[in-house]
């Protein structure tokens, strides 16, 4: 699966975004599919996740309540809606899909997307 993410630029504090993957080469609906992000000079983190099977999600628990994931699997299509953004949400955001359908917030994922920026000024 190809994996390719957009949506990502300069907002304001306090604003809104939403970051769109679509994917490509394989069905869709069959991808547990994530986001990750990596901050200036950290390693990268997991965000958030979506099951193949019932569409379960997972969330880093810093991030849960502002930042919310869904997918469309008619349009192939991964989505992150990201509310009340803060500075430090300043990041490189990258989407992921791999076959697991479980713990997906630990999981090593098997494919990665181009990642897209995001940057929050205060």
């Known amino acids: 699966v190809q994996l390719q993410a957009s949506g990502g630029g300069l907002v304001e504090a306090g604003t809104s975004l939403t970051l769109s993957c679509t994917a490509s080469g394989s069905t869709f609906s069959t991808w547990s599919v994530g986001w990750f992000r990596q901050l200036p000079g950290k390693e990268r983190e997991f965000v958030a996740a979506i099951s193949w099977k019932g569409g379960r999600t997972y969330y880093s628990d810093s991030l849960k309540g502002r930042f919310t994931i869904s997918r469309d699997d008619e349009k192939n299509t991964l989505y992150l809606q990201m509310n009340s953004l803060k500075p430090e949400d300043t990041a490189v955001y990258y989407c992921?899909?791999?076959?697991?359908?479980?713990?997906?917030?630990?999981?090593?994922?098997?494919?990665w997307g181009q990642g897209t920026q995001v940057t929050v000024s205060s």
């Open positions: 992921v899909a791999d076959r697991f359908s479980q713990g997906l917030a630990s999981i090593k994922y098997d494919y």
